[in-house]
């Protein structure tokens, strides 16, 4: 399994980025999907995750209504799109994958597959 992400880059508050995940080696209607980020000195947190099965969706309640999580299957891509931006959303972001849903999103050592982190910047 290989996650690819990309889209990361510098937005003002209220603006808008889209990041991407490009998934190789698994099917993302059969696993689990989301993205984390992480600051410089804290943990990683969860921002969103969709289940593979049943598109359900949960989102960090700091996101609720800004970011939104989908997935295009044929193409094995997901996706983030951030809308009104603010600054404490400056981290950076890793999309991730794993088989299992629930419980298992509710910290990044449960997590099986990991992208490389794409950075986010937004500037007041």
């Known amino acids: 399994v290989q996650l690819q992400a990309s889209g990361g880059g510098s937005a003002q508050t209220g603006g808008s980025l889209r990041l991407s995940c490009a998934a190789s080696?698994?099917?993302?209607?059969?696993?689990?999907i989301g993205w984390f980020r992480q600051v410089s000195g804290k943990e990683r947190e969860g921002v969103s995750c969709?289940?593979?099965?049943?598109?359900?969706?949960h989102y960090l309640e700091s996101v609720k209504g800004r970011f939104t999580i989908s997935r295009d299957v044929d193409n094995s891509v997901f996706y983030l799109q951030m809308n009104s931006l603010k600054p404490e959303d400056t981290a950076v972001y890793f999309c991730?994958?794993?088989?299992?849903?629930?419980?298992?999103?509710?910290?990044?050592?449960?997590?099986?597959?990991w992208g490389k982190g794409t950075q986010v910047t937004v500037s007041s």
């Open positions: 991730a994958a794993d088989p299992l849903y629930g419980s298992t999103w509710y910290s990044s050592g449960g997590i099986d597959y």
């Open positions: 080696g698994l099917r993302l209607d059969q696993y689990s």
């Open positions: 969709m289940s593979g099965s049943d598109d359900g969706t």
